[in-house]
């Protein structure tokens, strides 16, 4: 993050603006929609400037910049043409610690101006960190067209009702839970359709029927494979009003940074011999948290009912009454194939597709190696990586071919997946070659 994003109350604030023209013009604009003291100092200032005097009730100075001339101001933007101009604003802001802004110079700028979309009192800010002020502005363009003006109106009715959900809901999680239900149910729509009577007399009944009581809840929700883009919408927007999260080592950071900023994070994470927390002892923390009031979204790489161990949570969850939503994911199987170009069924070579695990017991892999072994089907072994050699042995001794095509996919759908193809015979060579040292991965075999 190169800037800090940060949102200034300028109210009749003392600010100077340096240089009269259409650029300044622009500056002074946005300075004036946040009520500011603006002054403008110019050796040379534009009519349209010398016009706006009065409306923005602007003090305007006709003389060169000097270094004292910024003193005493929150606040300086330099915007001219001159490059010694702006250097000299610059240096005499950053010796006084003055915050300054030279218009498209980011590097003589200690704030730059982001992309506004102005629904006050929201306001949205877009930021390229200056490097690409036209990409900002064209997702602004795309911000604006999914925020309509009522969303301000809907922010205001927030704020009048404020105080009064404050004194009716003394715990913040209540007062979240309340708001949450408000602003994404009816009480909006009444907003969006311009009834603004009708909004108000809603949220007025949803308070007063609303008690300090808040009932916990556990969102069971597949993380898919690690791209952040394949998470499903209602994944995301569990994820945003969730309390606390609950993940494994699976979840990818990319996925863990769409969750609520303010959100306890709980890292439960399973690898093979370090388990930092046993199934049951996540089972029955899943269920306490929930009886606490607590909204949770326990993260799971994949799908959570696809070796995921979902089931086993969720029985938890039943035998004490705690509410409970699945979402399902994208599971590292159909992930991985995908992102490989590899097809899980073929007409003319898979009829059939079989998920299997390949997790090693006492050294051991028990799975129906016949079954496996027919052909014309697809196999999907996950958790293989550490029997690898085991898994490809007992394949040929039950009827693979040797020449049978396998592709090993490590952090597959991510920026770092690596695909290993060779057959049976050859994969495990291959997969030393390549320093293949994954955890957890997932394997497609492919008969024809």
């Not at 290993?420 to 024809?448: F, M, N, P, Q, W």
Request: charged share 20%; hydrophobic share 40%; proline share 3%.
């Amino acid at each position: 993050m190169d800037y800090f994003p940060i949102f200034i109350n300028l109210k009749q604030q003392k600010c100077l603006v340096v240089g009269a023209g259409h650029i300044a013009l622009r500056k002074i604009e946005l300075l004036h929609k946040a009520d500011v003291n603006i002054t403008v100092l110019a050796e040379h200032i534009d009519s349209i400037i010398e016009q706006k005097q009065a409306e923005y009730g602007l003090t305007l100075i006709h003389k060169r910049v000097a270094a004292d001339d910024v003193k005493g101001y929150r606040l300086v933007i330099s915007a001219t043409n001159d490059i010694e101009t702006n250097q000299l604003v610059a240096n005499a802001c950053q010796q006084r610690d003055i915050l300054v802004n030279v218009v498209d110079n980011p590097e003589l700028s200690s704030f730059i101006f982001p992309a506004i979309i102005d629904r006050s009192p929201l306001v949205v800010a877009i930021s390229s960190s200056g490097t690409a002020p036209v990409l900002a502005r064209l997702l602004r363009a795309k911000i604006e067209a999914a925020i309509p003006p009522a969303y301000g109106q809907l922010a205001q009715l927030a704020e009048k009702f404020r105080d009064a959900v404050k004194q009716r809901l003394t715990t913040l999680t209540a007062r979240r839970m309340f708001w949450e239900n408000v602003l994404q149910g009816s009480v909006a729509e009444a907003v969006f359709n311009g009834n603004m009577v009708l909004a108000e007399t809603l949220l007025q009944q949803q308070l007063a029927q609303t008690d300090q009581q808040v009932a916990g809840e556990v969102y069971l929700i597949g993380a898919g494979p690690g791209a952040a883009d394949l998470l499903t919408f209602k994944a995301l927007r569990l994820m945003q009003q969730a309390d606390v999260i609950v993940y494994d080592h699976l979840v990818s950071e990319e996925v863990l940074e769409l969750a609520r900023r303010d959100a306890d994070k709980v890292y439960v994470g399973k690898q093979r011999k370090n388990h930092s927390l046993p199934q049951e002892s996540i089972n029955q923390l899943l269920a306490e948290l929930a009886k606490s009031g607590k909204r949770v979204a326990r993260l799971k790489g994949g799908d959570p009912f696809i070796f995921g161990r979902g089931g086993e949570e969720i029985e938890t969850l039943m035998q004490q009454g705690i509410h409970f939503q699945v979402v399902p994911g994208i599971t590292a199987a159909t992930g991985c194939a995908a992102y490989s170009g590899i097809p899980l069924t073929h007409r003319d070579h898979a009829q059939s597709c079989v998920f299997v695990t390949g997790h090693l017991k006492n050294d051991t892999i028990h799975l129906n190696w016949t079954e496996l072994a027919a052909p014309n089907q697809t196999v999907v072994i996950y958790m293989g990586s550490v029997g690898l050699e085991k898994i490809c042995q007992a394949l040929m001794q039950h009827g693979s071919p040797s020449d049978l095509p396998i592709a090993l996919i490590q952090q597959g759908t991510t920026k770092t997946q690596v695909v290993i193809t060779g057959t049976l015979a050859t994969i495990v060579e291959k997969s030393c070659a390549c320093d293949y040292t994954a955890t957890h991965a997932d394997y497609h075999r492919h008969c024809g």
